[in-house]
């Protein structure tokens, strides 16, 4: 179930608009559960996070399986509902943390994203009235919460890329990760770039699976996912 899942992974990024690289964080920490939800499905270092946005993104994930022929099943559903989850208390995580370094998301930098966003368009153009009625019907916020919600996951992947930024990868070492996986250094030079860049991705990924393990420490996180799936 967990290759099927990974098989079609690339449905669940596009549907949802994930977040870069998600894939790589892991270790969320335990959870505390309590019956105190308003409303929310997590609450993220006293920050709540709406279930209904949850329910939102799942049911689009699941409708886009089905769409593709997919037989959609309990143990599908489980493993949605659960990636769904982790990376949104993700972007609540890293959107916080961006928050307390002052990095901030003008707002022209959303209103661009909402004009060139295709759905929102109709002939080519932004559509006023498409971008109302998409967001009413298929993400069923208001234009003033979607575009929260986008600014938070632009906040989220800002962090990210401040991250990823940061990673440095020196000639030594991208020569002596090109000798682990190769027999010589006779096209190091040809594929230097591909091999620095793919070391980077793997540095990066190791830093941010260490500086989550870290926030998740120090942030409380409390899940009320099976509260709100069994109607309380």
Known sequence: ??????????????????????????????????????????????????????????????????????????ILSRSVKQEIFRDMVIEELLSQQADKLGMRVPDFEVAVEVQNTPQFREGGQFSPRAYYQT??????????EYEAWRQKARLASKFKQFLYT??????????????????GLGNFEKERAKYTDELAKQKFADVAN???????????????????????
Do not use: C, W
Not at 135 to 144: G, H, I, L, R
């Open 1 to 74: 179930m967990i290759s099927f899942f990974s098989k079609h992974r690339r449905i669940v990024f596009i549907v949802t608009v994930s977040i870069f690289l998600v894939g790589v964080f892991v270790g969320l920490g335990a959870y505390v559960f309590t019956d105190t939800t308003g409303g929310a499905v997590a609450e993220v270092g006293g920050h709540k996070i709406p279930y209904q946005r949850f329910t939102v993104q799942v049911n689009r994930v699941m409708s886009s399986f089905k769409d593709s022929g997919t037989d959609v099943n309990e």
């Open 135 to 144: 967001v009413y019907k298929e993400f069923q916020m208001s234009p003033t």
């Open 166 to 183: 940061s990673v440095k990868v020196t000639p030594e070492e991208a020569k002596a990760f090109y000798l682990a996986k190769n027999k």
């Open 210 to 232: 260490y500086m989550l393990r870290q926030l998740t420490t120090k942030q409380e996180i409390k899940s009320f996912l099976d509260q709100r799936e069994q109607g309380r």
